[in-house]
């Protein structure tokens, strides 16, 4: 097995040099500089919208709900969590299915009637605990992400796939298998999805979320139609019929919710799928021409940005401001969208140092911001620089390469980061994320999603010790 260096063993020079034996480049600053002069406390605008500082929190699927949809008191705990960072953008906050058969699974937010008013206590959760600690909840920006989750839905009790596809994946139906005559959603059935995104929409701005997130990335219902090149009729074939969904979706908001913006979460390149060598390292899994990535160059191991650029020129048309970058999935090639050193249950030991997949986020980010400065862009994918988080974080924000840094798993082990950068205080280092993936093996067995390792109150309860035997216990 390769052995790549960790992070939290790396100086700063060493950490450099570590990049520079790679072959990769990442934006550096050696000194980071508190607010209120530093580059990541300075307040930005966008589509109408005045943020305070340049942090970010990404949404998360916390596998932590009511069977009927409503937040839990772990749900809730997060969200306040979220409203202490610091962070002014809480980027969608939750992934919440906007009908039923859309969750990944059966405990994931669904925002009906009767979930809405408990999901609006979920944001007045998070503002009550940013004025709390810091004393005044302007600059503050909270959406809510809606969500489909298509060929990855498990809404059952019994947690089963129950997938809702949009085409016909070679690889993909393998790996669900389906057969080839599984039923694919029609054009009639997107068009439908499109008036309950619109619904769940306007039940998002009555709960006083000021944007919604339509989400399309991570290989969910959003993303999977990007790359229907092969789907006949309205939704498929051409970028054009591709966006289709979006751009209905974002008419049906205009028309119903007038004052509410629109964001978009968009996995800006793909890979192959990946599946763990006869060494448990990832390996793609065939080693052919792979037509299925949106953002990707045919070879299935190559970014080509030329749709993505055209996709970001639809938003700005569409008067969408807000973007937040990703990449690829968790469920086929989770090394390229969260990289990480430790793997979850389900998947394979890293192919490359996860230092290179970092530097290829921010790197297509950077070409994305460049293509359009229009936009405000969220970056993802920082959690594995730890210690030097802030220090890429800060250069990235002053080099232009990106409007704002966003934290995700790393906010489950150490949700007031944001705050102790921003303030001049070093980060916590036995508080950092180490990206132990326990986040997300726990979900993957069943189990509410958290910092088992890190954070007390998790490793603490029952389930860690359900979490430990379990990995015990797999091959």
Known sequence: MTQYPRVASLSAEAFRDRLAALGVELPFDDVVTPAPEGPLARPLSAGGFTIGNRFAILPMEGWDGTAEGAPSELTTRRWKHFGESGAKLLWGGEAVAVRPDGRANPHQLLLTEGT???????????????????????????GLQLTHSGRFARPGLEGRPEPRIAYRHPFLDRRLGLRDDAALLSDDDLARL????????????????????????????????????????????????????????????????????VGVRLSIFDFAPFEAGATGIGRPEEERRYRYAFGGDGT???????????????????????????????????????????????????????????????????????????LLVVGSGYSYLQEWLPNVAQAVVREGQADSVGIGRGVLSYP???????????????????????????PRQGLVSGCYPLDPYYRGRPEASRLTGRKRAAP
């Open 194 to 261: 499109v008036d309950d995104f619109v619904a769940a929409a306007v039940r998002a701005a009555r709960a006083g979320f000021r944007f919604v997130d339509v989400k399309h990335c991570h290989g969910y219902l959003g993303h999977e139609l990007l790359s229907a090149f092969d789907r006949p009729g309205r939704y498929g074939g051409s970028l054009e019929n591709r966006t289709r969904f979006l751009r209905d979706v974002v008419g049906g908001i205009r028309a119903s919710a007038p004052g509410l913006a």
């Open 116 to 142: 809405l008013g408990p999901i609006a206590e979920l944001r007045e959760t998070a503002e009550r605990a940013h004025a709390a600690r810091f004393g005044t909840t302007d600059g503050l920006l909270i």
């Open 300 to 374: 299935g191991l190559g970014i080509d940005l030329e749709e993505p650029r055209r996709f970001l020129d639809l938003l700005l048309a569409l008067d969408v401001y807000l973007v937040c970058t990703t990449a690829g999935s968790p469920y086929y090639n989770p090394h390229i969208q969260r990289p990480a050193l430790f793997p979850p249950s389900d998947g394979y030991l890293p192919p490359e140092d996860p230092l290179v997949g970092v530097a290829r986020q921010i790197a297509a980010t950077a070409a994305l911001k460049k293509h359009r400065p229009e």
């Open 416 to 442: 007031d980061m944001a705050a102790d950068v921003l303030a001049g205080r070093p980060v916590d280092r036995k508080r950092l994320c180490r990206t132990f993936s326990d986040c997300t093996t726990a």
